[in-house]
């Protein structure tokens, strides 16, 4: 078990870049959470997906932002076009689920710090 | 909804002393509860969690907390802290989705 792991941990672009962020899990975790978390704040809930379905979006922030999980294993974050308040730092966390009564611990990555000048 | 205030936004403690952290939470069922610690640029680490069963849950580093359903809290304690503690602790709540909201955190500082 090597945690899990985020790359790159921190990023700086100018405006209107797009930027991608990668996601490597707990390797036999099956569900894939994406927060934002800004300064003084505790994480936001984005998205999350379980094998490769990704099963909530509406609280992604905008239709900038997308994600994936093609083979169920890593995931990518992108945000299209991005502006000064997207700067944030982008946390990845995993969990395994069995059945319809699991109970979920998610496990953090160390976090994509994200700077937009 | 369900929501999570942690009404504290700093504490302050000196080495060797008790510690409370307070959490109330906000959800129409029963919660799954978590308190999370953040140090400085790092990612969140689990200290402990209520599913179900024991009210009083023992956590990792000597942390412990409390579901008290009545006053819907979830408070986090320790008997004696340790320098190396100072840093920020989320409360989080979820239910049956598993999407937990957390609090806006608690930064503690210890001195010496």
């Known amino acids: 078990d090597t945690g899990v792991s985020q790359d790159p941990r921190h990023k700086i672009t100018k405006r209107g870049q797009n930027v991608t962020f990668r996601c490597d899990p707990i390797?036999?975790?099956?569900?894939l959470y994406w927060y934002r978390q800004t300064l003084g704040q505790g994480p936001e809930f984005l998205t999350y997906?379980?094998?490769?379905?990704?099963?909530?979006k509406s609280r992604l922030l905008s239709d900038r932002f997308s994600a994936e999980r093609p083979k169920g294993s890593f995931s990518t974050l992108e945000i299209q076009r991005t502006e000064q308040g997207d700067s944030a730092m982008y946390l990845c966390?995993?969990?395994?689920?069995?059945?319809?009564?699991?109970?979920?611990?998610?496990?953090f990555g160390p976090g994509t710090r994200l700077t937009v000048l | 909804a369900q929501s999570v205030t942690q009404p504290d936004i700093h504490i302050t403690v000196s080495e060797g002393a008790s510690l409370e952290l307070r959490c109330n939470y906000s959800?129409?069922?029963?919660?799954?509860l978590f308190w999370y610690v953040q140090s400085p640029g790092q990612g969140l680490q689990l200290l402990l969690k209520?599913?179900?069963?024991?009210?009083l849950v023992q956590g990792i580093k000597g942390f412990e907390a409390e579901f008290k359903r009545s006053q819907s809290s979830f408070n986090l304690r320790k008997p004696s802290v340790h320098w190396s503690d100072a840093a920020e602790y989320f409360c989080?709540?979820?239910?049956?989705?598993?999407?937990?909201?957390f609090g806006r955190g608690t930064s503690l500082i210890v001195h010496p």
């Open positions: 966390a995993s969990s395994l689920i069995f059945g319809q009564r699991g109970t979920d611990t998610q496990y």
């Open positions: 390797s036999e975790h099956n569900r």
């Open positions: 997906f379980q094998n490769e379905a990704q099963l909530e």
């Open positions: 959800y129409g069922a029963t919660p799954y």
């Open positions: 209520y599913f179900s069963g024991d009210t």
């Open positions: 989080a709540v979820s239910g049956g989705s598993y999407i937990p909201t």
